[in-house]
């Protein structure tokens, strides 16, 4: 018999490498060709915001010709499950869960998909080009930036995000290498059990009461399947 579970999950980008988007500690990958301080924090926008755009351009790029992997997938069958209560959230730009076919996806880092107003915050879905000279299509300034959250600023539906990690039965992280904060002290938040699901151990691994290592797309499917049989 299934007991149904509220379960909050939070991905980090080790669930998008199987789809050729790299995460931050890639040796030969997009971000090691970059000064993250010149690239994503607001300063380096104010100094450079072409260089800046040029630089999402390339990740848009390389995100719309990525997949959902198998990983993506289980996550989605999850979401659609009767049987549980899932919160999916995400510190990953990208929007492959939603391509999998997840219902609602938490951004806590924003949306690569998605522009932004500094002027007067109006959102809008990004072209797959942006440039500095774009003007907003709702005030027509010309302060239009990437719908995501630099190194300096807060993440997006924190207080959403508490409250679902503390209500939780199940807090999972997976793909995450935990350096990140705040995503990287949800764990302390949860008062369910709680699971890492990673290639390897993160840096708050021992903070998890279990623990599964190897690719995503092995051990998410693998977890999913269990806990929906």
Same mark, same amino acid.
């Given at each position: 018999?299934?007991?149904?579970?509220?379960?909050?999950?939070?991905?980090?980008?080790?669930? @998008?490498?199987?789809?050729?988007?790299?995460?931050?500690?890639?040796?030969? !990958? &997009?971000?090691?060709?970059?000064? &993250?301080?010149?690239? +994503?924090?607001?300063?380096?926008? !104010?100094?450079?915001? %072409?260089?800046?755009?040029?630089?999402?351009?390339?990740? $848009?790029?390389?995100?719309?010709?990525?997949?959902?992997? %198998?990983?993506?997938?289980?996550?989605?069958?999850?979401?659609?499950?009767?049987?549980?209560? &899932?919160?999916?959230?995400? #510190?990953?730009?990208?929007?492959?869960?939603?391509? +999998?076919?997840?219902?609602?996806?938490?951004?806590?880092? !924003?949306? &690569?998909?998605?522009?932004?107003?500094?002027?007067?915050?109006?959102?809008?879905?990004?072209?797959?080009?942006?440039?500095?000279?774009?003007?907003?299509?709702?005030?027509?300034?010309?302060?239009?930036?990437?719908?995501?959250?630099?190194? !300096?600023?807060?993440?997006?539906?924190?207080? =959403?995000?508490?409250?679902?990690?503390? $209500?939780?039965?199940?807090?999972? +992280?997976?793909?995450? @290498?935990?350096?990140?904060?705040? %995503?990287?002290?949800?764990?302390?938040?949860?008062?369910?059990?709680?699971?890492?699901?990673?290639?390897?151990?993160?840096?708050?691994?021992?903070?998890? =009461?279990?623990?599964?290592?190897?690719?995503?797309?092995?051990?998410?499917? #693998?977890?999913?399947?269990?806990?929906?049989?």
């Amino acid at each position: 018999m299934i007991t149904a579970m509220k379960i909050a999950i939070l991905t980090g980008a080790g669930i @998008s490498a199987e789809s050729g988007l790299g995460t931050f500690r890639d040796e030969d !990958g &997009l971000w090691t060709k970059y000064d &993250l301080n010149d690239v +994503a924090t607001p300063e380096g926008f !104010g100094r450079n915001p %072409a260089l800046v755009h040029d630089f999402y351009n390339a990740r $848009r790029a390389n995100c719309q010709g990525a997949t959902p992997n %198998a990983a993506h997938d289980a996550l989605a069958q999850l979401a659609r499950s009767p049987n549980h209560e &899932l919160t999916l959230i995400t #510190q990953n730009i990208d929007d492959l869960h939603e391509r +999998a076919g997840s219902p609602r996806v938490i951004h806590m880092h !924003g949306e &690569l998909m998605r522009a932004l107003c500094g002027t007067c915050d109006a959102r809008w879905d990004a072209p797959a080009i942006m440039a500095p000279h774009d003007h907003c299509p709702q005030c027509q300034q010309t302060a239009t930036r990437p719908d995501v959250v630099w190194f !300096g600023e807060m993440p997006y539906f924190m207080d =959403d995000i508490t409250v679902a990690v503390a $209500r939780a039965d199940l807090f999972v +992280a997976i793909g995450t @290498s935990a350096e990140v904060y705040p %995503a990287a002290g949800l764990v302390e938040l949860a008062q369910g059990d709680t699971l890492e699901l990673n290639l390897a151990p993160s840096a708050q691994a021992n903070a998890f =009461d279990a623990r599964r290592f190897g690719p995503a797309t092995q051990v998410v499917p #693998q977890w999913v399947a269990e806990l929906t049989s």
